[in-house]
T-cell receptor, first 112, second 119 residues
Framework: SQKIEQNSEALNIQEGKTATLTCNYT??????LQWYRQDPGRGPVFLLL?????KEKRKERLKVTFDTTLKQSLFHITASQPADSATYLC???????????FGAGTRLFVKA | GAVVSQHPSRVICKSGTSVKIECRSL??????MFWYRQFPKQSLMLMAT?????????EQGVEKDKFLINHASLTLSTLTVTSAHPEDSSFYIC???????????????FGDGTRLSIL
């Protein structure tokens, strides 16, 4: 069955450092991979989308990579800030697909 | 501002009560909306796809008679949890995606969720 794995353990980093979150998937060939941010008690908020033919995408302090051979995406936040503390969700969608599959998310804590 | 509005944000009620949750798309017409359920520290689980003017499509294992979905207009979908029991307590979230030809290229816009607690 299709499976998305994100680090279940929380990631704790110091302010100013780069946070790197991992998303691995199996039994799936997504054409699109998305990253969302979710704060406690709130709905997810879209951050970045990357296509299968793209290796890397950047938006301000955010960077996403997509390796379809390794079936992995890395999500980087540079110069992290305490306000970046949240849960980050990886989501996959295939071409012509209608339903998005979400990972369980990784909780990030950025300490001042 | 919010693109998708969900109401209410929190409901606490007695077992056996039916609860209605509303999801509205504010900036675009959504022929399709999605309803998710999320347990603590777990991923969003798609419950059903709400289709304007037609029946909802339910995921395997989701009771359609338990979770009634009505998508009566292009901007409103409702989820009614009928005869709710404590095991129905969860965080329910709706989403919508702008209706463009390359829909896969469009992110989903989520409501802020409804925390349902059944006593």
């Amino acid at each position: 069955s299709q499976k998305i794995e994100q680090n279940s353990e929380a990631l704790n980093i110091q302010e100013g450092k780069t946070a790197t979150l991992t998303c691995n998937y199996t039994n799936y060939s997504p054409a699109y991979l998305q990253w969302y941010r979710q704060d406690p008690g709130r709905g997810p908020v879209f951050l970045l989308l990357i296509r299968e033919n793209e290796k890397e995408k950047r938006k301000e302090r955010l960077k996403v990579t997509f390796d379809t051979t390794l079936k992995q995406s890395l999500f980087h936040i540079t110069a992290s800030q305490p306000a970046d503390s949240a849960t980050y969700l990886c989501a996959l969608l295939h071409t012509g697909g209608f339903k998005t599959i979400f990972g369980a998310g990784t909780r990030l804590f950025v300490k001042a | 501002g919010a693109v998708v509005s969900q109401h209410p944000s929190r409901v606490i009620c007695k077992s056996g009560t039916s609860v209605k949750i509303e999801c509205r798309s504010l900036d675009f017409q959504a022929t399709t909306m999605f309803w998710y359920r999320q347990f603590p520290k777990q991923s969003l689980m798609l419950m059903a796809t709400s289709n304007e003017g037609s029946k909802a499509t339910y995921e395997q294992g989701v009771e359609k008679d338990k979770f009634l979905i009505n998508h009566a207009s292009l901007t409103l979908s409702t989820l009614t949890v009928t005869s709710a029991h404590p095991e129905d307590s969860s965080f329910y979230i709706c989403s919508a995606r702008p209706p463009t030809p390359d829909r896969e290229n469009q992110p989903q816009h989520f409501g802020d969720g409804t925390r349902l607690s059944i006593l």
